[in-house]
Each structure stands twice: as structure tokens, then as C-alpha cells.
Nanobody, 119 residues
């Protein structure tokens, strides 16, 4: 089992920055993709950004150029640097990890951290 613990959420003004962190613990061997999803009130959970163990990254169009996902493999930690935040970024942000298990995989989620951007 893998546990994911997020930190770094909060309340900021539009235009400001925040950095989210997520540390994985437990049986972390085999984790390849880590990243972030978010869910705003009344909306479905959506991809924000992910990074694979080889360094490949993937971003939602709405955050490209503003958010940067990075990773410390040795610490099984993933970060999300969020710049130029706007009200549409307000959501609960969830850390995500995919672990390869034999010929299948398991997905893990953190408990979520609230990001609120006031305009």
C-alpha cells in the first residue's frame, strides 16, 4: 500500500503563487507516474499535471505556462508550483500516484488540499 500526504494549499489573491507538495510513503517501489488532479465545486475531477519516472510531463491546457510539476524520485515526492493563479484555479487538489504491480497497476490518491484564489 502507498500513502500520499499533500501540503501547501491555502488562500491567495489572484496573481499570486502557491507550491503544493505530496510525499508518498509505504511500499513505494514501482511508482511510475505521480501528479495532481483537482476538483472544483459542482465539477468533475480533472487532470492538472503529471510526471512519469522518466521525466515526461503532461499538463492540462488551462495551466500550461503557469504551473510546473516536478519530482524527487529519491524522496518519492511530487511538487506543483502554481504561478499567476486565478479564481478558476480554486479547487481541491489531489495528489495521484500510479504503481505498476506485476502486469497491472494500482492508483492511489491523497486526501486533498484546498486551494482558494480570491479575485
Amino acid at each position: 500500500q502507498v500513502q500520499l500526504v499533500e501540503s501547501g494549499g491555502g488562500l491567495v489573491q489572484a496573481g499570486e503563487s502557491l507550491r503544493l507538495s505530496c510525499a508518498a510513503s509505504g511500499s513505494t517501489s514501482g511508482i511510475n507516474t505521480m501528479g495532481w488532479y483537482r476538483q472544483a465545486p459542482g465539477k468533475q475531477r480533472e487532470l492538472v499535471a503529471t510526471t512519469a519516472s522518466g521525466g515526461t510531463t503532461n499538463y492540462a491546457d488551462s495551466v500550461k505556462g503557469r504551473f510546473t510539476v516536478s519530482r524527487e524520485n529519491a524522496k518519492s515526492t511530487v511538487y506543483l508550483q502554481m504561478n499567476s493563479l486565478n479564481a478558476e484555479d480554486t479547487a481541491v487538489y489531489y495528489c495521484y500516484a500510479r504503481q505498476t504491480v506485476q502486469w497491472s497497476y494500482r492508483d492511489y490518491w491523497g486526501q486533498g488540499t484546498q486551494v482558494t484564489v480570491s479575485s
